[in-house]
């Protein structure tokens, strides 16, 4: 994981410890020497990880880059693209809502947010994902 944690550091980016021995750049540089696949940049819900996607990009080196951080909407899909993630994941929401509305919940949560994305897409003039990308 990212900002803040490493593979090491389980317990997340609020041990200080794990936060002086991996920061958001050099987590991605160590998975990669060390043969990852993929990174998968979370802060256990916290927003502040947007800001430090584009650099864990960059050191991601050409890794893809699963965020998963305070994403809650088609508009934090959209902006976590933009800055360089491969794929968006949506935690906390998606555990809410199937707890509120079971299986319905779940999916209508789901489609809200994909139409959030399409309807901002179609306003923005962006016709694809790739499109967003290469903003």
């Known amino acids: 994981m990212c900002g803040g944690s490493s ?16 920061s958001a750049w050099t987590c991605p540089q160590r998975a990669r020497d060390h043969g990852i696949d993929a990174i998968y940049c979370s802060n256990h819900g916290g927003l502040s990880a947007l800001e430090l996607l ?20 088609g508009s934090d899909v959209a902006k976590a693209i933009a800055l360089g993630a ?9 555990a809410h809502a199937l707890a ?25 003039g962006y016709p694809t994902i790739a499109d967003i990308r290469r903003t």
């Open 7 to 22: 593979p090491a550091c389980s317990t997340g980016p609020t041990n200080a410890t794990c936060r002086s021995r991996c």
């Open 54 to 73: 584009p650099g864990v990009v960059e050191a991601a080196g050409g890794l893809p880059v699963l965020f998963d951080s305070g994403v809650r909407s």
């Open 86 to 94: 491969t794929a968006v994941g949506i935690g906390r929401p998606y």
């Open 100 to 124: 509120v509305g079971g299986t319905d919940g779940l999916v209508h949560y789901l489609r809200s947010v994909l139409a959030e994305l399409d309807l901002l897409m179609a306003i923005n």
